[in-house]
């Protein structure tokens, strides 16, 4: 295991003659909470497009997870949550023709090393919801519901049309009493 999640070494981006990253050494140690924190034009996002792959610096060296970021894998991306600022949605794409878009970038890969396809799950929308009661300090009554929405969850290669499975769980509740002595 690396010590650092994050590592940079004379990290620099330049976007024609201006310099968003001017040769950023940082070192995050793995297993810590962090925050990179600076003005509009900072070059935070910019940073953060770096280590996931989506943008080229234009010199010096960077690991992400203990992983050179020209050699991220699928799963290794997968293992990172990004927001970025810019919540704003393209006026010509919906929500799910966005997700689709964005979906190749994190696909479920774990064969793709051996020569496998990987594995794309169909966007779906399960509800759960769960409701308790203390009785007294003693008891509690709850109602649980998982997958309320009775969704099932479809999984493909590549394309939508190379289906491999569809799972049906099924809506499920479940109700009862916990007792705590």
Same mark, same amino acid.
């Given at each position: 295991m690396n010590d650092f999640m994050i590592e940079t070494e004379n990290l620099t981006k330049f976007y024609g003659q201006k310099?968003?990253?001017n040769n950023l050494t940082i070192k995050i140690p793995?297993?810590?909470i962090s925050a990179i924190v600076g003005a509009n034009?900072?070059?935070k996002s910019t940073l953060f497009r770096i280590l996931l792959g989506t943008l080229k610096a234009s010199y010096g060296k960077a690991t992400l997870l203990g992983h050179d970021i020209n050699q991220l894998t699928p799963n290794l991306r997968g293992r990172v949550?990004?927001?970025n *600022? *810019?919540?704003s949605l393209p006026g010509w794409l919906t929500i799910k023709?966005?997700?689709k878009?964005?979906?190749s970038d994190y696909v479920n890969c774990s064969t793709c090393s051996r020569g496998g396809q990987p594995v794309q799950t169909e966007a779906y929308g399960q509800f759960d919801a769960s409701m308790s009661y203390d009785v007294n300090d003693h008891f509690t009554v709850f109602v649980e519901g998982v997958n309320i929405t009775d969704e099932d969850t479809?999984?493909?290669s590549m394309y939508e049309s190379r289906f491999l499975s569809l799972q049906d769980t099924g809506a499920r509740l479940s109700a009862g009493v916990r007792a705590t002595f």
């Open positions: 310099c968003a990253l793995a297993k810590s034009g900072a070059g949550g990004f927001v *600022e *810019e919540h023709q966005l997700a878009m964005q979906r479809r999984k493909y």
